[in-house]
C-alpha cells in the first residue's frame, strides 16, 4: 500500500502541468495551426518552439517538416493523445535541449505567438511528466511484483 501510495504521489506531481498542458492545446484551433503554417520564415521563436514539438514526435526538426504536420487536420488531436509512453530516456535527453533553454519558455514565446505558447507548455508537460514516470517506473515494477505474490499466497 506505501508503494502505491508513493507511485500515485509521484503521478500527482505530473497532474497540474499535464492539465495546463491540455487546456492549452484545447483553446488552441485549426485556425491558430494555420496562422503558424503561414509564415515563410517563422519568428525565430516561433521556429524554436515547433523544434521543440518535432523533437517530441520523433519528426525533422525543420521548418519544413514543421508547417507539413501544423496542416495536418489531426495535428492538435495527435498532441492531446500524445501515447506518454514514448517518452523514454533518448527522447527526454534530446527534450531537455529545449526545456533548459531559458527563450524556451510558454511566457518567452507567447510574447511572439499565443498559438506557439500553447505548443510551448505542451513541450514542457511532456518533459516533466516522462521524467516523473521516470521516476515512478521501478515503485511500481515493486508494486506489481508485490501485488502478484500477494495473488499467489491468496490462491
Known amino acids: 500500500n506505501a508503494i502505491a501510495a508513493e507511485c500515485q504521489a509521484g503521478l500527482d506531481k505530473a497532474m497540474p502541468a499535464l492539465a495546463a498542458a491540455e487546456a492549452a492545446l484545447n483553446v488552441l484551433t485549426k485556425k491558430d495551426m494555420a496562422e503558424l503554417k503561414a509564415y515563410a520564415k517563422p519568428p525565430a521563436l516561433v521556429e524554436l518552439c515547433l523544434k521543440g514539438v518535432m523533437t517530441v514526435l520523433k519528426k525533422s526538426p525543420a521548418w519544413d517538416t514543421a508547417k507539413k504536420e501544423l496542416g495536418d487536420s489531426q495535428f492538435l488531436t495527435r498532441l492531446v493523445e500524445f501515447d506518454k509512453e514514448l517518452l523514454v530516456d533518448s527522447l527526454l535527453n534530446k527534450m531537455k535541449k529545449y526545456v ?3 527563450e524556451y519558455q510558454p511566457d ?3 510574447k511572439v505567438s499565443g ?8 513541450v514542457h508537460a511532456m518533459f516533466i511528466y516522462g521524467n516523473v514516470a521516470k521516476e515512478v517506473a521501478p515503485k511500481r515494477a515493486k508494486l506489481k511484483a508485490a501485488q502478484e505474490a500477494l495473488e499467489k499466497k491468496q490462491a
Not at 498559438?115 to 505542451?122: P, V
Open 115 to 122: 498559438a506557439a505558447k500553447g505548443l510551448c507548455q505542451w
Open 108 to 110: 518567452v514565446i507567447g
Open 100 to 102: 533548459n533553454d531559458p
